[in-house]
T-cell receptor, first 114, second 112 residues
Framework: GAGVSQSPSNKVTEKGKDVELRCDPI?????LYWYRQRLGQGLEFLIY????????KSGLPSDRFSAERTGESVSTLTIQRTQQEDSAVYLC????????????FGQGTRLTVV | DQQVKQNSPSLSVQEGRISILNCDYT??????FLWYKKYPAEGPTFLIS?????DKNEDGRFTVFLNKSAKHLSLHIVPSQPGDSAVYFC???????????FGTGTLLAVQP
């Protein structure tokens, strides 16, 4: 497709289990972001992949969170030993590095930890 | 440390009137500002942006104003339409990293 695609769209998991969220950015987009939106909250920055540079991981809330990106393609966000406070919508966005006209967002993955 | 702040969680206006959404920032290195609109169950979509070398940018019914000395920007929507009802997020980035930092959002409700 032409847009940013995220999967799954919804995920319910038991506390303590690991989850993996996937983001397919727009083809050719060298920058990729992960954000989290908890219920009633704003968009919380998690991690930023900027081409071949080292990713900016400054927003990851704990060492249970990690993200990978292979080249300029798919990214996966992994949450280990999920906790109830991890419940949120996880949003991925992509853009061209240097293109400051705005990043394109996927529809998000709604994660519910029960 | 909230670098981008939207102090009004919600705003209600009548159809046809002006909607003014406000945003404040603390990082003086920010040099590019954006507004995004978000409907429920969808990702945010880019609306309008402004570079710090300007103080106003207009696109149809949407105008963004930037006051660098006050570290404040606002989005004006006129005339407001019911379809404008959504959550509006302000975002900022600096030229060194281009990392987008978002505010907490303002829920706009346009009453018919």
């Amino acid at each position: 497709g032409a847009g940013v695609s995220q999967s799954p769209s919804n995920k319910v998991t038991e506390k303590g289990k690991d989850v993996e969220l996937r983001c397919d950015p727009i083809s050719g987009h060298t920058a990729l972001y992960w954000y989290r939106q908890r219920l009633g909250q704003g968009l919380e920055f998690l991690i930023y992949f900027q081409g071949n540079s080292a990713p900016d991981k400054s927003g990851l809330p704990s060492d249970r969170f990690s993200a990978e990106r292979t080249g300029e393609s798919v990214s996966t966000l992994t949450i280990q030993r999920t906790q109830q406070e991890d419940s949120a919508v996880y949003l991925c966005a992509s853009s061209l590095i240097g293109d400051r006209s705005g990043a394109f967002f996927g529809q998000g993955t709604r994660l519910t930890v029960v | 440390d909230q670098q981008v702040k939207q102090n009004s969680p919600s705003l209600s206006v009548q159809e046809g009137r002006i909607s003014i959404l406000n945003c404040d920032y603390t990082n003086s290195m920010f040099d590019y500002f954006l507004w995004y609109k978000k409907y429920p169950a969808e990702g945010p979509t880019f609306l309008i942006s402004i570079s710090s070398i300007k103080d106003k940018n207009e696109d149809g019914r949407f105008t963004v104003f930037l006051n660098k000395s006050a570290k404040h920007l606002s989005l004006h929507i006129v005339p407001s339409q019911p379809g404008d009802s959504a959550v509006y997020f302000c975002a900022a980035s600096d030229g060194a990293t281009n990392k987008l930092i978002f505010g907490t959002g303002t829920l706009l409700a346009v009453q018919p």
